[in-house]
């Protein structure tokens, strides 16, 4: 466009604009389509123009260039895209012209809305041309010359999120309304009813800034054609809230669309809200659904404590919970959660009040979970804040949540949690477990359910009442999955779910609902089995590390009940199923790491007689997994607990079948449990009395031992080492649960021979080679017994083994690991005590000297170690002069004898 006189171009373009207007449709404007392009080509140039006036009178007259039938239809929405492009870049730099005092440019006696209202109808104009392409390319054109209207729709919904929605954020609030409200209304209801534009970003965005509730209080005070735009404005944006609730049937029930169209509101305080919960059903429910998404979506314009006086009063004028719709019903169990929190300052609630939430949790209770659930983190604590409410729904709402849970990310993330409770002690995840979620938090909608292919066939009738409504099991599983409110699944969803169990770990009632799910469905008892085993570790880790958070009474009383369940499981009629054994197992085993080692009751004992009983009664051997649990589970009576080990061990001995049981094992030897049998036979073999009577004896041959020993089964690689230290250390008798036999023609031969002797000599040297740390301790617990043995039975052969020259490989290998990883433990300064007594190993503990006092000095020795190593030196010393420098000589004195002077203190203090 050459014109440069822009008064004469905003006269020009405003003739344009009322000729355009003014045109009958009956009657051509235009000879031909070349000069239709002409004239949208030169609308273009005006719309691209910096000057104001110009802008708006274009944008006046480009409204009725595109609405008639100027074009050919299939152009048009390839002409409304490109104007649309141009006129959202020049309707941004006039908002910023016009807040930086432009107003003269587009005229003294325009008004300052007008450019909005011009904008406004050119969208509307677009909107409708939109829909008549898309019903015309249905109804008239094949397949190939369908128009892609997709382009244009994400154009419009953009113009209409940068430009109409902060209007009506904004114009929502003061006394009067301006007269931009109705056309940007009805734009954005032109919007919502376009086939294929979502909405849903701009309907939260409404929710969140507070529009769905002062729309009603503009109500009061705009007239009945700006109220029927805001009526069906607010049904809109309740279709889509309630599609991520109710994808089924999406659309407003018939009571909330007469309940909008009736509240008017004369403000938002609370006691203007309460004057209509007391009026009829379709008012009072519409106000909890406007709070219930007001809530939801993080708008808590009611404050808690005003929040619970509403609803006690909602309660006291609707006895009849059961009849209330199923939305109501959801929207009452959400809003109860919110009020019911610690930061809630108690109200005096009446003996009304409480009968009403009583009846509300026997409805909830007695209907399916899809119908009044909705997942967010202030509904499962409530949930869980009661032992009542707990028992009635936690079992079916931990049947929908614990799948949905991550247990990588759960897994993870709960390893960064265990170094902060270490730290910090317990801190609230939720500081105030019922305030709303942050707004950052529920960003992303993008997260969703295929809910056609999850609801093909179903269907659910919303508008009855919660009564009418019955639960059937698959539909109500895939209803749960589909329905669910996105709040949670908006937030990242792994961070909200660890950071929920963190916090309810430490909550009875839900931990006692966790337990019981051990034992449901398989399906969902290994998820729960997962979730609890997770959590156990941690409480466990607390105590340990001394958190305030968790103390060993919150894991005794994890450990009662989850005893109490294995209990019960073996008074029901029915054998219990091997998974819910194992279940049950595997979290006791990890609890009793949290507890007092020494405590032994009567209580703790019935379980090791049901376990027992479960393992001996098997008749056959393909139940393997819960019969190594079953083992391990004993097995953690040995694990200093002294006083244990007199009570358990009886219960084994006197079981017939779980002897037998356990002898059949050792005779397979294919078992994955053979590793756990093992152990706990030989812990049976070194604890029991040596004339103890046993309705059935496990024999094992020597060749067994010398097998599993010198074999290297990975399957054992401790078990076959703990039955070969007991077998050393027990004496050949007849009589006990375990004898050890040799088979032999005559009666004085020794369990091993000379030869046998040297044979696992040679092999334990190369088990403590090997990189697991439980093998290195039992073999030196072996090697150790092994030269008692020798020097016992065989005289002169353990000082023939003290001489074997490779001896040193494995001394350097045990003195290298003692100062990398296991420090000075038992078995090493037993081994070194014993080996220092022969002349050959001192020679070799002296060359190996240096690593020997470097660990030393790492080490702090109680008073028995350190005469242990005191006497190691004194026995090796003139060796060790000649091979250590004799500073680090002196060094070792020094640290030596500051322990002794720590040990005479300690003692004196006690």
Not at 134 to 151: A, H, I, P
Not at 358 to 368: M, Y
Not at 690 to 714: E, K, R
């Amino acid at each position: 466009m050459e014109v440069k006189n822009y008064g004469l171009m905003e006269k020009g373009f405003c003739l344009l604009a009322n000729i355009l207007h003014r045109q009958p449709l009956g009657i051509p404007l235009f000879v031909n389509v070349a000069s239709v392009r002409q004239c949208v080509n030169l609308v273009r140039q005006g719309l691209a123009l910096s000057h104001p006036a110009v802008f708006l009178h274009t944008l006046t007259a480009a409204g009725p260039l595109v609405s008639k039938q100027y074009l050919p239809w299939v152009y048009r929405c390839e002409v409304v895209e490109d104007l649309l492009k141009v006129a959202c870049s020049q309707m941004t730099s006039l908002n910023t012209s016009l807040c930086h005092g432009g107003q003269k440019l587009i005229g003294q006696g325009t008004d300052q809305q007008y450019p909005l209202v011009a904008f406004t109808e050119l969208l509307t104009v677009c909107c409708r041309v939109c829909a008549d392409t898309v019903l015309k390319s249905s109804c008239e054109m094949e397949e190939k010359q369908w128009m892609n209207v997709e382009g244009t729709l994400s154009l419009l919904l953009s113009a209409a999120e940068r430009h109409l929605a902060p209007h009506i954020q904004t114009v929502f609030d003061p006394e009067e309304y301006p007269a931009a409200l109705k056309p940007v209304l009805t734009c954005m209801n032109e919007l919502y009813s376009q086939i294929g534009s979502d909405m849903s970003k701009m309907s939260l965005m409404f929710t969140r800034s507070g529009v769905i509730i002062q729309a009603h209080v503009v109500k009061s005070r705009a007239t009945e054609d700006v109220c029927e735009s805001i009526d069906k404005f607010l049904e809109n944006v309740y279709r889509d809230l309630l599609e991520k609730i109710t994808p089924l049937n999406p659309s407003p029930p018939s009571w909330l669309v007469s309940g909008v169209t009736t509240v008017r509101l004369p403000s938002s305080d609370p006691c203007h809200i309460q004057h209509v919960l007391v009026q009829s059903g379709d008012t009072a429910w519409t106000l909890l659904v406007m709070l219930y998404f007001s809530y939801l979506y993080s708008n808590s314009w009611v404050e808690c404590c005003d929040l619970q006086s509403l609803l006690q009063c909602f309660l006291e004028n609707n006895r009849d919970l059961a009849g209330l719709p199923p939305l109501v019903i959801r929207c009452l169990a959400f809003l109860i959660a919110c009020s019911s929190g610690d930061a809630v300052v108690e109200n005096p609630q009446s003996s009304q009040y409480q009968r009403g939430l009583g009846n509300l949790i026997d409805v909830l209770g007695s209907c399916p979970l899809h119908v009044w659930y909705t997942h967010h983190p202030v509904v499962i604590c409530w949930v869980f804040s009661e032992e009542r409410q707990a028992v009635l729904l936690g079992n079916t709402l931990l049947e929908y949540w614990l799948p949905l849970i991550d247990m990588i990310n759960l897994e993870t993330a709960l390893v960064s949690t265990r170094a902060q409770y270490s730290c910090t002690g317990s801190q609230h995840i939720f500081p105030d477990e019922k305030q709303t979620v942050p707004e950052q938090q529920c960003e992303n909608t993008e997260q969703h359910v295929d809910t056609e292919q999850i609801y093909a066939g179903t269907k659910r009738h919303q508008e009855g009442t919660v009564c009418q409504l019955t639960d059937t099991t698959n539909q109500q599983r895939n209803e749960i999955e589909a329905n669910v409110t996105d709040t949670a699944m908006e937030m990242d969803h792994s961070n909200v779910d660890t950071q929920l169990l963190v916090e309810l770990a430490h909550n009875s009632a839900f931990i006692n609902t966790l337990m019981s799910m051990l034992v449901a469905q398989q399906e969902i008892a290994d998820i729960a089995a997962n979730v609890t085993e997770q959590l156990a570790g941690m409480l466990c880790d607390e105590v340990h590390k001394k958190a305030a958070s968790a103390t060993p009474s919150t894991v005794s009383v994890a450990l009662s009940t989850c005893t109490s369940l294995f209990q019960e499981l073996f008074l029901q009629d029915s054998v219990p199923e091997d998974y819910q054994v194992i279940n049950l197992l595997k979290v006791m085993i990890i609890l009793m790491r949290g507890i007092d080692c020494n405590i032994s009751d009567a209580f703790s004992v019935k379980s090791v007689y049901h376990v027992v009983k479960f393992v001996g009664s098997q008749k056959d051997d393909t139940q393997s997994e819960s019969v190594k649990w079953c083992v391990e589970y004993l097995l953690k009576y040995k694990e200093d607990r002294v006083a244990d080990c007199l009570c358990v061990s009886p219960i084994l001995i006197q079981n017939k079948g779980f002897m037998m049981r356990l002898e059949r094992i050792l005779s397979g030897r294919c078992h994955a449990e053979v590793d756990s049998v093992m152990r706990l036979v030989a812990w049976l073999a070194s604890s029991a009395p040596p004339d103890s009577q046993a309705p059935h004896q496990i024999h094992l041959s020597h060749s067994f031992l010398l097998d599993t020993v010198t074999t290297g089964n990975p399957a054992v690689p401790a078990g076959g080492l703990c039955l070969l230290s007991a077998a050393l250390s027990t004496h050949s008798s007849t009589k006990g649960p375990v004898v050890f036999s040799r088979d032999r023609l005559i009666q004085d031969t020794p369990l091993f021979t000379a030869r046998d002797v040297r044979t696992l000599y040679f092999h334990l040297q190369q088990q403590i080679c090997q990189d697991c740390l439980v093998v290195f301790s039992c073999a030196l617990e072996c090697i150790y017994k092994l030269y008692m043995y020798a020097a016992t039975t065989h005289k002169s052969l353990a000082s023939h083994l003290s001489s074997q020259p490779w001896n040193k490989l494995w001394l350097e290998t045990m003195l290298h690991t003692s100062l990398d990883h296991v420090g000075l433990i038992q078995q090493i300064l037993k081994v070194l005590h014993m080996l220092s007594d022969f002349p050959a190993c001192q020679t070799l503990i002296a060359v190996l000297g240096e690593t020997f006092l470097h660990t030393v000095l790492k080490s702090s020795l109680q008073e028995e170690e350190t005469e242990t190593v005191t006497h190691i030196l004194s026995m090796c010393m003139l060796e060790l002069k000649k091979n250590v420098k004799p500073h680090l000589l002196q060094q070792v004195k020094n640290h030596l004898q500051q322990g002794e002077n720590k040990n005479k203190s300690v003692n004196l203090v006690h």
